[in-house]
């Protein structure tokens, strides 16, 4: 079982990127998908999350607004549209499945490598 991220790079403050988490070896349509994000010394930071379903969606404060999570069960690939993007925002992001839609990293089973993020102001 893996999840790939990738779209990750450079990007000047408020440019957009569009982050993609493809899955192999199994299905997660049935599953939670998240994104999460970490910069040195701090824990991973929830960032988004949508039902397996794909009908509720979950954003934390910090990027409601200027984030968009989806999935496309097909392709077994969620994605994570931001805009807007501040130097804050600067961070490797990863993403996640679980069994049930959570803010907490613990919940999450599978994680991908992370693709990094970075913000120039």
């Known amino acids: 079982v893996q999840l790939q991220a990738s779209g990750g790079g450079l990007v000047q403050a408020g440019g957009s990127l569009r982050l993609s988490c493809a899955a192999s070896?199994?299905?997660?349509?049935?599953?939670?998908r998240g994104w999460f994000r970490q910069t040195p010394g701090k824990e991973r930071e929830f960032v988004a999350a949508?039902?397996?379903?794909?009908?509720?969606?979950y954003y934390a404060d910090s990027v409601k607004g200027r984030a968009s999570i989806s999935r496309d069960n097909a392709k077994n690939t969620v994605y994570l549209q931001m805009d807007s993007l501040k130097p804050e925002d600067t961070a490797v992001y990863y993403c996640a499945a679980a069994r049930l839609v959570s803010w907490s990293a613990s919940t999450y089973a599978y994680w991908g490598q992370g693709t990094q993020v970075t913000v120039s102001s």
């Open positions: 949508i039902r397996g379903s794909g009908g509720n969606t």
């Open positions: 070896g199994r299905t997660f349509s049935n599953n939670a």
